[in-house]
């Protein structure tokens, strides 16, 4: 670790996110403070953070404020101090940052746009509706508040469609699925009158024909005038739980729609810091759709730009202090591989057992070079672990 400069601290150590944005940092000599929630997840076992505090999301914006009055100002480039630079790795984190910003400015640098833009990009009903003043390609939506709405978007989508909350609250998670793929007008109906106690509002939309790979996205940086410092593109190759899940194998790809559409959007809404848009492509059509936007934050995949050689997270942490940005910016496709070993397994059991992927498609998809969601030579701890609790869960599900 380089003490001279600026700490970075990352929120939401306690998911692979966090443990990736964490390691990328130290491997430049970033001093790297974790702010987490719990002790007994694997990912606050790493070696790679110079301390790691806890809190839960009611306590965070104190703790930061705790964390920023003990850190010395240091100077780097400049002459004035530089200030930490905050990576929030959870929109709970984004969300509280962008309420407090006036707090915490004195001790970090805050690099998100006006809280308008903000809760624009985060809440999905009002995503849509900028989304569709701008003529940006989002498949057919419907807002249910009520009954009424319900059965009219089951009259009017084509099947199957899914239903989602605008946000994830505790309550819908403790109580509801992420997403859900619904084959008709009645199953749409049955589902709503399911889950509708936990959301005021949910959204019904299009399903976009095509399998995991269809799934791509594009991670940048944008500057405090929209500039994009970095732009990565990728896409998933399968994901856990299927179709409605979390990327647990991707690979980089050259995609110019992609890329193309997430400057334009995030242009338009006047945007700054990390940025992230993920896009389906029609298997029927060609058409290109965006399933959402993630802001402010890393995302799971984006330490697969560090394997390609463009270091996103990196140019973030050298904007916000001062430093002179790095070279490697630029995506060359290279076509490295980004893996969560465990969750793919699984999810390619699952295509095993329906039929959709063979024994010899599973291993040439693991062919190539890779950086792992959680295991690393320098910091082994945290995969050791997960696989252990992964280990006691299956055996303790067996037992039942």
């Not at 024909?209 to 594009?218: H, I, K, T």
């Not at 998933?236 to 980089?252: I, M, V, Y």
């Not at 790095?326 to 496709?333: D, G, M, N, S, V």
């Amino acid at each position: 670790m380089n003490s001279s400069l600026p700490h970075a601290i990352v929120i939401g150590l306690d998911c692979m996110t966090g443990l990736q944005t964490a390691r990328i940092l130290a491997g430049h000599g970033v001093p790297v403070i974790g702010v987490a929630k719990s002790r007994s997840n694997p990912c606050v076992r790493t070696r790679c953070c110079e301390r790691i505090v806890f809190c839960g999301d009611e306590l965070l914006i104190s703790t930061l404020l705790d964390v920023g009055r003990s850190m010395p100002q240091k100077a780097v480039g400049r002459s004035m101090p530089q200030k930490a630079t905050l990576f929030p790795c959870t929109d709970e984190a984004v969300r509280a940052i962008s309420e407090a910003r006036e707090q915490l400015q004195p001790y970090f640098a805050i690099d998100l746009p006006g809280r308008e833009i903000v809760d624009t990009l985060m809440d999905k009903v009002r995503f849509c509706e900028f989304a569709q003043r701008n003529d940006l390609p989002v498949p057919a939506t419907f807002l249910l508040r009520n009954r009424a709405d319900a059965e009219l978007a089951a009259a009017s989508l084509s099947y199957p469609c899914m239903l989602k909350p605008p946000m994830r609250t505790p309550l819908w998670e403790r109580n509801a699925a992420k997403v859900y793929k619904l084959a008709d007008a009645a199953s749409l109906l049955r589902t709503y009158d399911q889950v509708a106690p936990f959301a005021e509002l949910l959204i019904a939309q299009q399903w976009i024909p095509g399998n995991d790979s269809a799934l791509y996205s594009c991670n940048a940086y944008f500057d405090k005038r929209s500039n994009p410092l970095v732009t990565f593109v990728a896409r998933k190759l399968r994901q856990w739980p299927p179709e409605a899940g979390t990327s647990c194998l991707g690979e980089e790809c050259r995609d110019d729609i992609v890329l193309d559409t997430t400057i334009r959007l995030f242009q338009l809404a006047g945007f700054t810091g990390l940025a992230y848009l993920e896009m389906k492509k029609d298997a029927q059509t060609g058409e290109h759709f965006i399933i959402e936007p993630n802001i402010g934050r890393p995302t799971g995949r984006s330490a697969i730009a560090e394997a390609g050689g463009v270091e996103l997270l990196y140019t973030k942490y050298c904007y916000n202090a001062g430093l002179p940005l790095p070279e490697k910016r630029l995506q060359t496709y290279r076509g490295v591989k980004w893996i969560h070993y465990r969750r793919d397994l699984q999810s390619a059991v699952h295509y095993w057992r329906t039929g959709e992927l063979t024994l010899r498609q599973w291993w040439s998809s693991w062919r190539g070079r890779k950086r792992d969601a959680l295991f690393s030579w320098n910091d082994p701890v945290p995969f050791v672990l997960d696989l252990k609790q992964a280990a006691g869960k299956f055996l303790s599900r067996a037992k039942e």
